[in-house]
């Protein structure tokens, strides 16, 4: 038993590293355009946040002024003056910390968004690969129809001939494999749409990558792990921050001022005693607060976006559980038609037995194995293409959570 449990262990780390195996290529299906395309959005996020978390600190102003004049006689008299100034708040009642934090928490919201995007597009391209796959299973399905189709007309036409059938059961006989026929040439066509969907999203061989194999999630991994769910918590906290700097735009700022000066002097100022410098230096402080007739309405609006975030957060959660619910009822459904197709498989592989003894005794034809044996590869088929339905409501789920294809 102890060796068993061992063997278990064992397995189970090798479809965890399969799983991984899996998740690394699929992370890497979109194509380079489009991949860099979403590094450029994220490296772009992370400069805008940087620029945001320094916005409360002002711009030095340097500047340099030249003016003339011919007010002490005909001559002009020019002077020139270079100066820096600073004007920078310094305490703003929590608006100068809550600013920054306003800041990081807009960048991981939006990087949040980027990756749900994202997340989506690789989930479709995922998608298109499946129903790929499934249109290759219908395409088998169809042409092992359309081989019975033929030997069903052989078969009526043989009995037509003989005087033992009616020429409307050759004709129905006809149309169904006409009929079929389109459908395999619709059934190419759509083939052929999806590689072209699939080639805008990624520039890899579709037929060189291997679909992932979906288990089913929990409903608090569901949600825990979605992006779209953490998108909304993240406006929260953006809500939040934002109300404080709302809040202390209207409170008292204390600010520094301070000013260097190197100019000429002017000549009317000039006498041997003079204290005036070229060269100088002004600094000061300031206490400023606005009285603006909005700020309780502003203040007012802010609160009621936190709220509001707080309310989609709520929403969504109860969203994301309805749509695991009917993921997993659909699921639900698609399990009980592969039990049948296994049963009706296992039918048919009887049947298949029994019509090739009746060919050895006389009483059943080449064609009626054929047909059988075409018939059992359609049960097989039909089982295959379940499974690929049930990837595709599985994926249903994947498509918004985070590193888990």
Not at 160 to 165: A, E, F, R
Not at 264 to 270: A, V
Not at 312 to 321: D, M
Request: aromatic content about 10%; proline content about 2%; overall charge positive.
């Amino acid at each position: 038993m102890k060796g068993l449990d061992v063997l278990k262990r064992f397995l189970i780390a090798c479809s965890l590293t399969f799983g991984l195996l899996h998740a690394d290529a699929l992370e890497k299906i979109l194509s380079e355009n489009q991949e860099g395309i979403f590094e450029y959005d994220i490296e772009s996020n992370k400069i805008q946040s940087e620029k945001l978390s320094n916005s409360w600190l002002n711009p030095i102003q340097v500047e340099y002024q030249k003016s003339y004049t011919t007010q002490m006689g005909s001559d002009s008299v020019g002077t020139g003056t270079f100066s820096v100034r600073i004007n920078q708040p310094i305490f703003r009642f929590g608006g100068i910390y809550y600013g920054i934090k306003y800041a990081k928490a807009s960048e991981a919201l939006n990087h949040s968004k980027i990756m749900l995007q994202k997340r989506q597009m690789i989930g479709n391209a995922v998608e298109l690969l499946f129903n790929m796959q499934k249109n290759i299973l219908e395409q088998k399905r169809l042409k092992l129809l359309i081989q019975n189709d033929r030997l069903d007309i052989a078969q009526k036409k043989e009995h037509y001939h003989s005087g033992l059938l009616d020429s409307s059961f050759l004709d129905q006989a006809l149309l169904k494999k006409s009929q079929d026929d389109v459908t395999l040439m619709d059934t190419k066509m759509r083939y052929i749409d999806l590689k072209n969907q699939f080639a805008i999203l990624s520039d890899k061989d579709p037929m060189k990558l291997k679909l992932p194999k979906l288990k089913f999630v929990s409903k608090e991994q569901y949600k825990s792990k979605h992006l779209g769910y953490r998108v909304e918590r993240e406006t929260v906290a953006l809500a939040n921050y934002n109300e404080k700097v709302v809040l202390a735009k209207y409170l008292p700022t204390v600010s520094l001022q301070g000013q260097y000066i190197d100019g000429d002097l002017n000549p009317l100022f000039l006498s041997p005693d003079s204290l005036l410098k070229e060269q100088y230096y002004t600094y000061g402080f300031s206490i400023s607060m606005p009285i603006d007739f909005n700020a309780l309405r502003d203040i007012e609006v802010s609160k009621v976006e936190k709220l509001k975030a707080k309310l989609n957060v709520i929403e969504k959660k109860k969203s994301l559980y309805r749509e695991y619910d009917g993921v997993a009822k659909s699921i639900e459904m698609i399990k009980q038609k592969i039990q049948l197709a296994i049963q009706n498989e296992a039918l048919y592989k009887r049947l298949y037995t029994l019509t090739k003894d009746l060919e050895g005794a006389g009483e059943k034809t080449a064609l009626d194995v054929a047909t059988m044996q075409h018939s059992l590869e359609i049960k097989k088929i039909d089982r295959k293409i379940y499974e690929i339905d049930k990837q595709l409501y599985l994926l249903k789920l994947y498509i918004g959570m985070e590193n888990v294809l």
